[in-house]
């Protein structure tokens, strides 16, 4: 099919099948971004022999970058969750800002807890400690859980070494380090707006009637740990990958051929990191702990089934934006959109929102989101490559409704209603989105 008009066309009919085939034929996203691959292909003319090496290339290019760093990252968060490192942040967060700071509280153990696992990891790892604050203060489960559950999905939408942030990152050729500076100046404000002032101004800190038979039912959902890793060490071994991969941004002033430089290029360098980040958590969280090496065998061999769909997925989406580049579509939406009066930020963000509202996946939208923005850095080249992955990042944080499994985690576990899971947690969500929008053009105007 010719002409731009056509081209785009056809990407509209792409999404269209994307979008249908996940929320309405109940298709996987990996079955359904491979359908929308080949209906790019097909339908702008590509050559037979193109479609399938472009495919190729899509899915080697991202996956090559990605495999590794996802799976490493994915042991990290198993050794946190399961060395009870979560929970001791929680705890020494809670003793030291005490009970009446609970939101605050969760929304901080949300965001650092978040950093290496997924949200739904991370939900189910905290509850437990959700409840016993609410249980032993009668604050509403909405009050605790809706700051908790914002911050670890701003943490998932917006910082590498999550994998959707992290591939993005990848495509747009952004550094990321400034990736994880810029998604912590804007994650954090996000996370508190949208987290405890929102729910101190939409809910009730009393917890309902109905809540203490509600938690009386489901107890703490885990037994006590005799023993815990400390607060300090913990934290270090959470942050230890960022602070690597930002030092590395922040010593771009050296002299390029210095040994100093190379060296933190390399340290820095986010396989690199992570690699250094899973062998101190073995030691910090492991073995200082008396595990064995058969006991951290079984940990990271239980940390790599949940890969397989955020791989796939992932996969699929750098086949789907591949063959937006072989097609000519990402020219054609490119041209299309130099006469736009619209802000490429604002059309980042609301690519990746609308794409999330659709098909309820923050990961099928920012990688769909991504392949749309990858044009616009060409014909905007004084934009920046960060910037716009935490246009993407912010986005893809709103939307979440009821085709996602993340607002059925939310609802099940706090034991609300459709509609106070609607009003308080979608709501919170939406609300982050915009701020987190805000926040990245107001930060566009201040870095380069």
């Not at 085939?21 to 193109?50: D, E, N, Q, W, Y």
């Not at 020494?92 to 739904?120: D, H, K």
Request: proline share 5%; aromatic share 6%; hydrophobic share 60%.
């Amino acid at each position: 099919m010719g002409g731009s008009a056509g081209l785009l066309l056809v990407l509209f009919a792409a999404i269209a099948l994307i979008v249908v085939l996940i929320v309405k034929v109940r298709v996987h996203a990996f079955l359904a971004l491979l359908a929308a691959s080949f209906v790019v292909g097909l339908g702008t003319g590509m050559p037979l022999s193109s479609i399938v090496s472009s495919f190729e290339k899509g899915v080697g290019g991202t996956l090559g970058f990605l495999a590794a760093i996802i799976g490493l990252g994915s042991i990290l968060g198993k050794m946190l969750e399961e060395s009870g490192g979560a929970e001791r942040i929680a705890q020494t967060l809670l003793a030291r800002l005490g009970p009446s700071r609970a939101t605050w509280v969760m929304m901080l153990v949300g965001f650092i807890a978040g950093i290496p696992v997924f949200f739904e990891v991370g939900f189910v790892l905290l509850i437990p400690l959700v409840y016993v604050v609410a249980r032993d203060t009668r604050i509403n489960l909405l009050y605790l859980g809706v700051p908790l559950a914002i911050s670890l999905m701003t943490v998932h939408c917006m910082l590498p070494p999550h994998p959707a942030a992290m591939a993005v990152t990848g495509m747009l050729g952004a550094d990321v380090g400034k990736v994880i500076l810029y998604g912590l100046i804007v994650g954090v404000p996000t996370a508190v707006i949208a987290g405890p002032v929102w729910i101190s101004l939409v809910c009730k800190r009393e917890a309902p009637a109905e809540q203490a038979a509600f938690l009386e039912a489901h107890g703490e959902l885990r037994g006590k740990r005799d023993a815990l890793p400390g607060f300090g060490i913990t934290l270090l071994t959470i942050a230890l990958p960022l602070l690597l991969m930002v030092v590395k941004t922040l010593s771009a002033g050296l002299p390029k051929a210095s040994v100093a430089a190379n060296v933190v290029a390399f340290l820095g360098d986010p396989l690199t990191a992570l690699v250094i980040a899973v062998a101190f958590a073995y030691w910090s969280l492991g073995i200082r702990r008396g595990a064995t090496m058969t006991e951290l065998l079984q940990s990271t061999q239980k940390s790599f089934p949940p890969l397989a769909s955020i791989l796939l997925i992932i996969g699929a989406g750098g086949a789907f934006n591949g063959m937006l580049i072989a097609s000519g579509i990402g020219d054609a939406l490119a041209s299309g959109l130099a006469h736009s009066n619209l802000n490429p930020i604002i059309l980042a963000w609301l690519i990746a929102a609308l794409m999330h509202f659709a098909v309820g996946s923050a990961t099928v939208a920012m990688m769909s989101a991504a392949g749309m923005v990858m044009p616009l850095l060409a014909s905007h080249p004084t934009l920046s490559p960060a910037i716009m992955v935490v246009a993407v990042g912010a986005g893809a944080i709103g939307g979440t409704h009821v085709t996602d499994s993340a607002f059925w985690v939310v609802k099940e576990y706090l034991g609300v209603s459709l509609s106070e899971a609607l009003k308080r947690f979608s709501g919170g969500t939406a609300l982050a989105s915009v701020i987190a929008l805000g926040l990245t053009l107001l930060l566009s105007h201040l870095v380069h």
